[in-house]
């Protein structure tokens, strides 16, 4: 008599066997969007999951899964992933693979440029819809970061600037916001201006006056015409500060410092000889209040002893009656980092420590990843600097390829942003059965305000 077990088996077995017609005949541009049909009651089955779930175009993501009829794994077998890219008309074969002798697989997907949905089949037997989120790569340009923009609150449209950039894939139609960082803590962006709309070719351009003096760090952010989620561009930082007043000018030997240095301030009051000078300075939401004096040469020039202001500081100075313009010294923090491992294997993580000075307890802080063509960097992990101003981030990658990473602090209203060297990382791929699934935290970005 034949044991249960040996038929439960037999039974499977036959199931394998009976599914391989159908995926060998799948063609490369076949068009599936019919529903699962179970063999033999829904004895088999095909697990899929792809990682990450939240990527930026150009990269690629990670297909992997099993196959089991039963209890028995569906070796040997022809695996096809299909792929539904965001604006297609419906599913369609991306690539195949086959199975090892416990049923295992794994498909890289080759770059992602929409929002895309997959599912994985062996025969007529097919895996539950997955889904990855794609942002595009959003290019911005701008007058040069080293350049300050006199743009102050008395001299508005004159001193208008226009920002320009280029969105990736084409989106034409994408609304386009122009915003500005506002924070505290690092990671609160605000709209200025009125929205713009991506060009047919993917361009667009906006045109602002900015009525604010200090720190200020643009960026955009292109809300997709459900193709791809919202999505931030690369970040421009420029001291604003006011026009000069040419009777009483105010300039600093470096700006912006960093945590610890030094600085100059000195000018000329044009036809003041002898004259007492009195440099004032006041925090973001403070008040002015004098902080040194000296006096003019014979032809009206000044210069103070160095300051060394341990926040972002607006200064300006008195003399005969006369005020000069707002002058923003901006502090930036300095960065530490270092990288667990320069090679890490598919679906392993790398932690990212370091040291920011000032410490500030809850500020934001980013790993980024450069994109895929054009240089400019991502965020793909977010941390909190700790009260002693260490920090820990960590990210794990499950294509295999090549990236490069850096760590980021953004500004805040007391100090500016600063990132840290590049590190170049390398993703070797992992046999089947030891790649984990994505833990929920990797694949979740916060909300676009705070993106």
């Known amino acids: 008599m034949r044991s249960h077990r040996l038929t439960s088996a037999a039974t499977a077995a036959a199931a394998i066997l009976a599914l391989a017609p159908a995926g060998a005949a799948a063609a490369h541009n076949h068009r599936h969007d019919a529903r699962p049909h179970g063999l033999h009651a829904g004895a088999c089955k095909v697990k899929l999951l792809v990682a990450p779930r939240l990527l930026t175009a150009g990269e690629a993501a990670l297909a992997y899964g099993q196959g089991t009829c ?9 695996v096809t992933l299909y792929d539904h890219p965001a604006g297609a008309p419906g599913f369609s074969v991306l690539g195949t693979t086959t199975t090892n002798k416990e049923g295992l697989y794994q498909l890289p997907t080759g770059a992602l440029a929409n929002n ?3 599912y994985a089949a062996i025969g007529a037997t097919r895996s539950p819809t997955r889904n990855v989120r794609v942002a595009a790569q959003v290019t911005l340009t701008g007058p040069p970061e080293t350049k300050t923009l006199f743009s102050g609150i008395h001299t508005g449209r004159r001193n208008a600037v226009t920002f320009s950039g280029t969105v990736s894939p084409l989106d034409g139609g994408a609304t386009v916001v122009l915003q500005r960082e506002n924070a505290i803590k690092g990671n609160e962006w605000h709209a200025i201006g009125r929205p713009v709309l991506v060009d047919s070719s993917g361009n667009f351009s906006i045109t602002h006056a900015f009525a604010v003096p200090g720190a200020s760090s643009i960026r955009v952010i292109v809300r997709s015409n459900h193709r791809n989620i919202a999505s931030p561009s690369n970040v421009l930082s420029y001291v604003i500060s006011q026009a000069q ?44 209040l004098p902080v040194a004096t000296t006096t003019t040469d014979g032809s009206g020039k000044y210069a103070f002893p160095p300051v060394s202001p341990g926040v972002s500081t607006f200064y300006r100075v008195q003399a005969g009656g ?14 530490t980092a270092a990288a667990s491992a320069s090679s890490v294997s598919s679906g392993q993580p790398v932690t990212f420590t370091g040291t920011v000075t000032p410490a500030k307890a809850g500020h934001a802080i980013y790993l980024e990843k450069q994109n895929a063509g054009n240089g400019n960097f991502h965020v793909v ?70 993106l």
């Open 70 to 78: 039963g209890s028995v794994a569906a070796a040997e077998q022809t």
């Open 116 to 118: 895309t949905a997959f």
């Open 245 to 288: 007043n040419p009777s009483l000018t105010i300039e600093s030997a470096t700006d912006p410092l960093a945590f610890g240095g030094s600085t100059t301030i000195g000018g000329t009051a044009a036809g003041l000889a002898n004259t007492t000078v009195t440099l004032l300075g006041r925090v973001a939401h403070g008040k002015f």
């Open 381 to 450: 992990a977010i941390g909190t600097v700790l009260a002693d101003g260490t920090y820990s981030l960590t990210r794990t990658f499950f294509a295999p390829g090549s990236y490069v990473l850096r760590v980021k602090i953004p500004g805040d209203s007391e100090n500016g942003g600063t990132a840290s060297t590049t590190f170049p990382t390398t993703v070797t791929p992992l046999p089947s059965a030891k790649v984990p699934p994505e833990a929920p935290t990797n694949g979740g970005l916060p909300p676009e305000g705070h």
């Open 322 to 335: 006369r005020s000069s313009a707002v002058l923003y010294e901006g502090v930036k923090y300095v960065l």
